[in-house]
């Protein structure tokens, strides 16, 4: 149990996050939470972490929130020990096209998306960089390659973590630190069964691989980036997306 490595997810109280989560955990990774909405509706990750036998605590954090992304850093290396791994996953949206789109809906998502990233790196690397060792992984999006209509805030911020992640990757290679992003295409969640199956069947075509993808997909892809066999890989963008973007 004391070698385990200790994994800070953002955004892991459901969905994608809470998947990496939980695949992290099966390879014996001790599991820092962290999450904006209150601590019951991670409640099921949590008792599923704690079922898989690691240590899993739950942070309440807004990443946007640069004193408080500290605060719980601090926190979780008090608790833990150290941080051998960050996964910046938590994001939202708020999709207008730009004629509607205002200033407010622009900020938000930036300032999650990607102020929230900078935070966390901001705050994770100085405690990496004295172990000289780090894997971060943040999830970008398929959209911030494409664009898309209605998704110019998102978009931007998924792009930006693009640019982000190679530079961590350039700063921080020296101290055994990589930095690597996930793109997702369409994966499957609650807001994608929302759809109606004319929807779906129109989502097929662009998908050369001919289904949505899972959470799993996407929570393997992080495995496999902060695992050894990925060592020698930094400042890359996997595509993880059914061929949807080629
Ligand atoms: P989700 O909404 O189900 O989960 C997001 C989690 O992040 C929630 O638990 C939420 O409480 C948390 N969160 C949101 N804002 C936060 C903040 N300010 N501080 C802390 N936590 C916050 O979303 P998801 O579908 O699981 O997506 C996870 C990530 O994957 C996001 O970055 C998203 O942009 C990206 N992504 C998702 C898809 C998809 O098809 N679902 C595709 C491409 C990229």
Not at 36 to 55: C, K, P
Not at 68 to 81: L, P, R
Not at 105 to 124: A, E, P, Q, T, Y
Not at 213 to 227: H, R
Request: with cysteine; hydrophobic share 45%.
């Amino acid at each position: 149990m004391a070698d385990n490595r200790v994994a800070l997810i953002t955004g892991a109280g459901r969905g994608i996050g809470a998947q990496i989560a939980l695949t992290l955990a099966a390879e014996h990774t001790d599991i820092a939470v962290v999450d904006y909405s209150e601590q019951a509706a991670a409640q099921e990750t949590l008792d599923a972490l704690a079922a898989a036998g690691v240590t899993a605590r739950y942070y309440k954090c807004d990443v946007s929130d640069f004193s408080a992304t500290k605060a719980t850093v601090d926190q979780i290396v008090k608790d833990f020990g150290k941080i051998d791994i960050l996964v910046n996953n938590a994001g939202i949206t708020a999709d207008k096209l730009i004629m509607r789109m205002e200033e407010a809906d622009w900020d938000r998502v930036l300032s999650i998306n990607l102020k929230g990233c900078f935070n966390m790196v901001k705050h994770v690397t100085p405690y990496m960089m004295r172990k000289r060792y780090g894997r971060i992984v943040s999830i970008s999006s398929v959209v911030g390659m494409m664009g898309n209509a209605g998704q110019a805030n998102y978009a931007a911020s998924k792009a930006g973590i693009i640019g982000l992640t190679k530079t961590v990757a350039k700063e921080f290679g020296s101290r055994n630190i990589t930095a690597n992003a996930v793109a997702p295409g369409f994966i499957k969640t609650a807001m994608t069964d929302a759809l109606t199956e004319e929807q779906k069947q129109a989502m097929y075509k662009l998908i050369p691989l001919g289904c949505l993808g899972e959470t799993k997909d996407i929570a393997n892809a992080v495995k496999f980036l902060v695992s050894d066999d990925a060592r020698y890989i930094t400042g890359v963008v996997l595509k993880v997306d059914g061929g949807m973007y080629i």
